[in-house]
């Protein structure tokens, strides 16, 4: 027993894909301008490529979606496909670029911030015992006898606070950098694991967008064919009206009711009715590939490839499988009547 979803529900569906369709395809396009603002230093060239990114994604939308739109055997629907997969396989080839880039440009900033700790290590390092050093000696100059040697110890002493100074402030910035390095996915993942995650990511996220589009495309397409069920209003009971319990009764005198019935004629138009032909090696042929479901698609054309002969030879097993009840007709083509799709116009 098959059960079909209200029309409203079809397209209601459709909306649904078709949000989550254009909501992953924005995303796509983040992805890309990101990727060009992180590797193209030209404002301008940016610009105009971020565009043409954004036209590139809209038009593969929009074949996907056109492509399942239109009912099979149309001859646009190869041409928008192959154009919608050659404009994917581009993007693809442009994602893998600019996360690659981005990889690159990421990896090398990491290791000039390691770099500068190492050296902000080593400079504090050196500057402290420096400064120890001339504490020390400052401490035995003060002490002396001499006033020169007074003097140069001071001398000393405000060099050594100086280094220690200078020791302060690099071990700051140490400490700010220490405090802003947080794990990232090539520290998870490796450099070549990040890649292949990010750009993973950015094609299954093009990908899922695509086949949103092409199933709100397809649930639109089976709304706008399918047939809608008639509603037989109910029957409604006249109302009599019942006189009230204060009303007093009178006699009536209700005159004789003739229930002669003149007779009716009702004109019924003549309706042709294609006959069956005798069982024939083709109208068999076409019959069993119907009931075989081998013959998705009863058009004339299909009919003709199958069995043979001529044009009014395949419309007149067309006509006579409409009268058996085994298709029907749907818009200006031709369907199973079994509800499975495969319309030709």
Not at 248 to 275: E, G, L
Not at 288 to 301: Q, W
Request: glycine share 8%; hydrophobic share 50%; net charge positive.
């Amino acid at each position: 027993m098959h059960h079909q979803l209200p029309r409203w529900a079809v397209i209601a569906l459709a909306l649904l894909a078709a949000a989550i369709g254009l909501a992953a395809s924005a995303v796509t396009a983040d992805f890309f301008v990101l990727g060009l603002q992180q590797t193209e230093a030209d404002a301008a060239a940016r610009q105009a490529m971020a565009v043409a990114g954004l036209l590139m994604i809209a038009a593969e939308v929009a074949a996907f979606f056109i492509a399942a739109l239109l009912p099979r055997g149309h001859s646009l629907r190869p041409l928008l496909l192959t154009a919608g997969a050659l404009l994917l396989a581009f993007e693809c080839v442009t994602v893998f670029a600019t996360q690659h880039a981005l990889v690159q440009a990421g990896t090398a900033a990491q290791a000039g911030q390691l770099a500068r700790i190492e050296h902000l290590r080593t400079s504090i390092a050196q500057a402290q015992a420096n400064a120890a050093s001339l504490s020390a000696t400052a401490q035995e100059q003060v002490g002396s006898r001499f006033i020169g040697q007074r003097q140069d110890g001071a001398q000393t002493l405000r060099t050594a606070q100086e280094l220690q100074q200078q020791a302060d402030t690099q071990a700051q910035e140490l400490a700010g950098l220490l405090a802003s390095q947080r794990p990232t996915l090539a520290d998870t993942f490796g450099q070549t694991g990040m890649l292949v995650y990010t750009v993973a990511r950015a094609v299954l996220i093009c990908v899922m967008g695509l086949v949103m589009c092409a199933a709100a495309g397809a649930l639109l397409r089976a709304a706008c064919c399918g047939v809608p069920v008639p509603v037989v209003p109910k029957a409604t009971m006249p109302t009599v009206p019942v006189p009230p319990a204060s009303a007093k009764w009178r006699s009536v005198t209700v005159p004789a009711i003739s229930m002669a019935v003149a007779p009716m004629t009702w004109a019924v138009p003549a309706v042709t009715v294609p006959t069956v032909p005798a069982p024939g090696p083709r109208y068999a042929a076409a019959r069993a590939a119907v009931l075989d479901g081998n013959l998705s698609v009863p058009s004339v054309r299909a009919i003709q490839t199958l069995v043979g002969g001529n044009t009014s030879a395949a419309r007149t097993i067309q006509a006579c499988l409409v009268a058996e009840g085994l298709i029907e007709r749907c818009g200006q083509g031709y369907r199973l009547a079994s509800g499975k799709q495969g319309v030709l116009i």
